[in-house]
């Protein structure tokens, strides 16, 4: 196989030469494992990868020789190891060690979930969380992914952009509906960007998911730029949820939280 595939997208094939496409399709082949799709046949992992069966089943092969896939013999799935892949990030991000005790301070204090992400292209990914009951049809935990534009955490990092970045951003990013609340217009969403901005903290309401409303506010660094976000998480509209106005229980709380976190990542040099 060539390093450099000139069927391949220009877009995915960078500076010529530069290009390691096999590599990049050992990591499509990985990503195609999710919590909807945690063990497939080689025939799903082709069909959801792009890939020839054959191609699929070299890679397949190449990755459960290294350790990082098993099968009983018709199905495939991840291995451990591929925490593996994260570790080297995670261990030198000092935030999740230090956003830790100020969620776990926070989460005692609002008596609900609270967590930290960073923004990954059009993504957040969660790094640190603190958990006190499942409030969504799908299990967080560190490495989650949701669409930014849906969520309290993505609204903040997403404002903490430059006028650039979020120009590019709301030019690009498929802003995809998924409840009745989302919102998908980019102007409405460009709107709601200066606000938070302004403001300093985010609130979404029912836009990731119906019964589940979080707010957000932004960590910085020692420049001042933002880097993470945490939030708070909380039911409504359903059994067992939050009592009071978040704006005035929670958002005070979280604010002081974020402004410890920054400080702490400051203190570090970060």
């Known amino acids: 196989m060539t390093e450099q595939d000139q069927t ?58 290294l350790g990082y896939v098993r099968t009983d013999g018709r ?38 979930s609270t967590s930290a992400s960073v923004l990954d292209g059009s993504d957040i990914v969660y790094v640190a969380r603190v958990s006190t009951h499942r409030i969504m049809t799908v299990a967080i935990a560190v490495g989650t992914r949701f669409p930014a534009h849906a969520t309290s955490m993505g609204r903040v990092l997403l404002a903490g952009l430059d006028a650039d970045q979020r120009a590019e951003y709301l030019r690009s990013a498929r802003l995809e509906r998924l409840t009745e609340h989302t919102l998908t217009d980019p102007r409405a969403l460009e709107a709601d960007l200066r606000r938070v901005r302004a403001q300093g903290w985010a609130l979404v309401d029912q836009e990731l998911e119906i019964g589940l409303r979080s707010v957000a506010a932004p960590v910085t660094d020692r420049s001042g730029r933002v880097v993470a976000a945490v939030n708070v998480s909380m039911r409504v509209g359903m059994p067992g949820a939050s009592a009071g106005d978040p704006v005035d229980d929670v958002v005070p709380l979280l604010l002081e939280c974020a402004r410890r976190i920054s400080a702490d990542l400051a203190a570090t040099g970060r």
């Open 75 to 112: 199905l495939f799935e991840l291995t451990p190891k591929v925490l593996q892949l994260g570790f080297s990030y995670l261990s030198s991000l000092s935030l999740p060690a230090l956003a830790g005790p100020h969620l776990e301070a926070l989460s005692e204090q609002v008596e609900e």
């Open 8 to 65: 391949a997208p220009a877009g995915e094939r960078g500076v010529p030469g530069q290009f390691v496409q096999s590599l990049a399709r050992g990591l499509h082949v990985i990503t195609a494992f999710d919590d909807r799709h945690p063990r497939m046949t080689l025939s799903d992992v082709a069909r959801r990868t792009d890939l020839t069966r054959a191609t699929a089943r070299r890679f397949l092969l190449t990755l459960e020789e």
